[in-house]
């Protein structure tokens, strides 16, 4: 995929129509979506902001094929993933999940773990495979960490590996749950630049969960805001700052003003989230 | 402040691990030299330490046991016993955790009758497989396997439930088998578990050996061993030789315990455990 495409000509497009979730542990009822509908065009970077525990993550895992869905259906480029006669999808490569609190395997080394995909899925032998993911960790800046175990490395070298794991795949579809939730600023914004840099190479759909009003704007095509249990769209901000974008886009007065806008939406449900006490869901 | 000034304690923290492990030891066998001299040296008997014999003796008393084959005897009866109750305890016992962990029917078939015999103790055991096996040896390596078995499948079970989920879903995504599951997630993401039940479960063995050694009477078909050891010194009045039996126990459980460690360190490299 070359980024000179434009969007709408890109793979990965998601079709999110009427979907609602239920809940259902011991006959207690928890809507954790309700009717919630958006459109993804192939390769745009789509950021979900909400309050916490609203079902932006049961969304997430209900595209990914973690979670069945209730009711209404979701597509991807025009092929059923889960729908009223299939509650839950399967799961496929085609969309590669960056998990909220790292889901590097701790007993392989970055580059196994890069491997691993791959290699299961026998589309390149082992060594293949390998050269494949030292290859690709290099060019994310870790070529000088193949053999270093997660645990062993910065939770922001670790976060870039897991991103890399994923793409290896060739996905249409990163969905990334708050990857980047536990991180301090700095941190954060030399993983935002090396998202961006990683998009802007691949042209990846990327479907993005956060709480982080400015890194949603800053990585954003459009942010999508959900209101607070059961989840809906809110509202939707078209962010138009022209890519590449670089830290000082957060200087300027268009990035203000689509955060004034953002946050006003956002506070209105984080109140009322707050007020009807929602805990954190995981 | 100069090196002169600084305390025995405060010089001690600076040295490097094994000066400080040997220090350790010597103060301590001090401390009990002195303690079980008192009576002679300054006339004041202190209380239950004042009957046992100062590390001199035992000293003096291991130095002629060592010669003895008799004594390396009772080592090769205990420590195989304690080897072949433990790894047959690892060989059926982790594929058991494994499976409880992984097949619900499986769980709902075996757990509940499993969790009933789990809280008897393994000395519980030793009068009714006296009775059920054939020779002495046998009922000593089953209450050993007992010892181990139960604390293994406990952990297995445990971390093979604990693992991660999003390592699961991460690995399923992106197209692993059941077959790779088990085997690249699974399996892996227990070992720290398995490790952990090894190590108890070692010491668990060593404890069932030694008290079935003593119940048992080895010496008659059982053949000794350092529980059999201590006891006769037992029955022979050497206070000394008790001694020498338990620090041998201490020294075998220990190089037992390393033997684990060790292979822990070398199967995970990941994660350097104890």
Known sequence: MSKNMKISERLGALSIKNVTKVYDPEGVNVKAVDNCSMEIEGGEVCMIVGPSGCGKTTLLNSIAGFHSITEGS?????????????????????????????????????????????????????????????????EAGLGNFLTRYPGEVSSGMARRAEIVRALINDPKVLLLDEP????DALTKQIMHESLLETYDRTGVTIFFITHDLEEAIFLGDKVHIVTTRPCQLKKTVEVKIPRPRSYETQSSEDFRKLLAEVNEAVHEEAVKAFQAGERELA | MTNTNKTVLA?????????????????????????ALCDDWFGVDILAIGLVPPPTDVFVAFLEVIPKIGYWQSWVASFSRVLTGFIVAMIIGIPFGLLLAVNRYFRGIFFPPFEILRPIP????????????????????????????????????????????????????????????????????????????????MGITWEVVLAAEMISGGGTQGGGGLGFFIWSSYMGGSLEQIVVGMISIG????????????????????????
């Open chain 2, 11 to 35: 010089s001690l923290m600076g040295q490097t691990t094994l000066v400080r492990g040997i220090s350790s030891i010597l103060i301590f066998l001090m401390v009990w030299q002195i303690g």
């Open chain 2, 251 to 274: 020294i075998a459980g220990y190089l037992s315990s390393s033997a684990i460690r060790k292979i822990g360190y070398l199967l995970m490299p990941w994660k350097r455990l104890f």
């Open chain 1, 180 to 183: 980047y939730r536990a991180m």
């Open chain 2, 122 to 201: 393994p000395l519980a055991w030793v009068p009714a497989s006296l009775i059920f096996w054939p020779t002495n040896e046998m009922s000593i390596a089953f209450v050993t396997f007992l010892g181990a078995f139960f604390t293994i499948v406990i952990n297995v079970l445990g971390g093979a439930r604990a693992i991660n989920i999003s390592y699961l879903r991460a690995a399923q995504s992106m197209g692993a088998s059941q077959f790779d599951l088990f085997w690249k997630i699974i399996l892996p993401g227990t070992l720290p578990s398995i490790f952990t039940g090894a190590a108890v479960g």
């Open chain 1, 74 to 138: 979701i597509h991807l480029d025009n092929e059923l993933l889960c729908g009223p006669e299939k509650p839950i999808a399967a799961q496929g490569a085609d969309r590669m999940v960056v998990f909220q609190h790292g889901a590097l395997f701790p007993w392989k080394t970055l580059q196994e773990n890069v491997a691993y995909g791959p290699t299961v899925q026998k589309t390149l032998g082992a060594k293949e495979a390998m050269s494949k993911a030292g290859d690709m960790l290099a």
